[in-house]
């Protein structure tokens, strides 16, 4: 059965004086829904504020999904620079859930974002590190410790193994459609995390949530986040 699909203006149903009172917010959004099923698919177009770091951005929104009331802990982020309209993809999930799962959820919403931006100037994708993606984890984990052991490697070196990863593969199928493809990665204070700190490192960040780590490899790539230049194809 085909999925039934409801575009709803939330501005419809907002009154003059709420309207009035969001405006005093100073980060203030607005907001459409898109409703498949039991999912509700919601934008919010982030009003900027000119005198701090939005000044850099000409619009900037938000998607994120609600289910039964909760909202579920994966945000895609969508920003359009002034200087050149070129456009970054962040992805924001305090606790771990699998990449694929994450692709999945930007492929979905990826039709709002047409109509928000123009997908042709996208430029780059950031990420958190690979704990927070279980099979990312493992996969990135394995293949590096096939060529190099566990030993810490070059910002250059790391750069070339991840344009032939597992990793690279996945975000071509996303790119490929769009004309674009991974030029370059980047991970900020790049180095190996051993398991024994897993733990330790939700902890810190104050996401800790009965995380299994059972299933995670003994040691994974880290830093801070993963960044990816695009470019077309």
């Known amino acids: ?3 039934r699909v409801i ?3 939330i501005f419809a149903i907002i009154t003059s ?5 969001s405006e005093k917010k100073q980060a203030a959004m607005t907001s459409d829904t898109l409703v ?4 509700i ?3 919010q177009r982030k009003v900027l504020n000119e005198s701090s770091w939005d000044n850099i951005y000409s619009k900037s929104y938000s998607y994120y999904w609600l289910v039964v009331k909760d909202t579920l802990d994966f945000i895609v982020k969508v920003t359009e620079y002034k200087s050149d ?3 970054n993809i962040n992805f924001h999930n305090s606790v771990p859930i699998l990449f694929s799962v994450a692709l999945k959820r930007l492929n979905e919403c990826l039709p709002l974002i047409k109509e928000d931006f123009d997908v042709s100037k996208f430029r780059s994708i950031y990420f958190n590190e690979p704990i927070y993606y279980l099979d990312l984890a493992k996969k990135l984990s394995s293949e590096y410790e ?3 052991g566990q030993k810490n490697i070059s910002y250059e070196k790391l750069n070339q193994f991840l344009l032939k990863s597992s990793l690279n593969l996945q975000l071509e199928s996303f790119l490929n459609p769009l004309n674009k493809k991974v030029k370059r990665y ?3 204070k790049f180095h190996l995390m051993e398991k024994k700190h897993y733990e330790m490192h939700f902890y810190y960040n104050a996401h800790m949530s009965n995380i299994d780590f059972t299933e995670y490899p003994e040691f994974t790539i880290h830093g801070g986040g993963v960044e990816v230049q695009l470019e077309n194809k």
């Open 146 to 148: 096939q060529e190099f």
């Open 85 to 87: 309209s070129t456009l």
């Open 1 to 3: 059965m085909r999925k």
């Open 36 to 39: 498949t099923q039991d999912t």
């Open 41 to 43: 698919l919601v934008k």
């Open 186 to 188: 980047g991970i900020e």
């Open 17 to 21: 004086s709420c309207r009035q009172s």
């Open 7 to 9: 575009i709803l203006s």
